[in-house]
């Protein structure tokens, strides 16, 4: 259970014949056809037609529909919700910053999102943290009820404070597992048409002014970061929710001289090219989940 955990700390293709070789006709989607179907991806600045075979292409806003033409979503038409806590706010690390340079910002510009809407508050855990009033769990009924799509990015502070981290099945929000699972549900009822998508918190490299662990230490809880980046993902899972994997794959790491300097200031939080980082990588990943 989690009430019984305790924190000392503060509460901080395979091979084969193909179809070529065989002659048959090869497949592709729901439908068998010959050549593959070519897909136009409209934006209002151009046109740009691909085969199947392209790696890359550009984000598109486009809404109109034709016959045998993939469309993607348009996003002018999209309300997002962001819930996060100082990486989602922008704090650059250097105690300056704000919404104006952060992920949400530049995720709005990369997607052409007709609203993106910033819910991060500095030093807030997604578990109730004892001696605040701001935790995920206690903020996500008062972000705005129209929402297509809802991205949760946090569980650094949880680690940072040494929050007990709970087991699967529990629903106890003073735990991690306890209030991830209690928050996915809660959002999923107060928005059961939208897209809702976790991500796990980036890896810290410490922050010596708060006196804060390193993703590799052990926090007043004995638990690593990775312990809380694991925990969401399996929740998730369970409910069905996708995650982007920040905590493994944000393209980022405080460990190295090229990227702390230029990304991470103070080995936790984002200078502005780094949360235009960050916010690529977000873009790129929920266009998986949410593109069309």
Not at 262 to 286: C, F, K, N, Q, T
Request: with cysteine; proline share 5%; hydrophobic share 35%.
């Amino acid at each position: 259970m989690c009430c019984s955990a305790t924190s000392n700390g503060p509460v901080t293709a395979a091979g084969g014949t193909s179809a070529a070789s065989t002659g048959r006709p090869r497949r592709f989607g729901g439908g068998w056809t010959s050549t593959p179907p070519r897909i136009s991806i409209i934006s209002p600045r151009r046109t740009v037609t691909t085969s199947s075979s392209s790696t890359r292409c550009s984000i598109s806003d486009c809404h109109r529909s034709k016959k045998g033409i993939m469309m993607m979503r348009d996003f002018s038409r999209v309300s997002i919700n962001c819930l996060g806590d100082s990486t989602t706010w922008g704090d650059d690390g250097t105690r300056g910053g704000g919404p104006t340079i952060s992920w949400p910002a530049h995720l709005q510009r990369l997607l052409g999102a007709g609203t993106v809407r910033n819910y991060g508050i500095k030093g807030c855990s997604v578990a109730k943290h004892p001696d605040r009033t701001d935790s995920f769990i206690e903020r996500y009924g008062d972000m705005d009820p129209d929402a297509d799509i809802v991205l949760v990015f946090g569980g650094v502070n949880d680690f940072n404070y040494g929050l007990p981290l709970g087991g699967m099945g529990d629903t106890d929000v003073r735990c991690f597992f306890g209030a991830v699972d209690t928050l996915i549900r809660g959002l999923v009822h107060r928005y059961p048409d939208a897209d809702i998508v976790f991500m796990t918190s980036a890896k810290t490299g410490g922050v010596d002014h708060g006196h804060f662990p390193a993703f590799f230490d052990h926090n007043a809880a004995g638990l690593q970061q990775a312990d809380y980046a694991d925990a969401m993902k399996r929740v998730c899972a369970w409910y069905g929710v996708p995650v982007i994997d920040m905590f493994n794959e944000s393209g980022m790491s405080a460990l190295t001289p090229e990227h702390q300097p230029a990304y991470l200031p103070d080995g936790l939080h984002y200078s502005i090219a780094g949360y235009d980082r960050l916010a690529r990588r977000v873009a790129a990943e929920l266009l998986r989940f949410v593109a069309f």
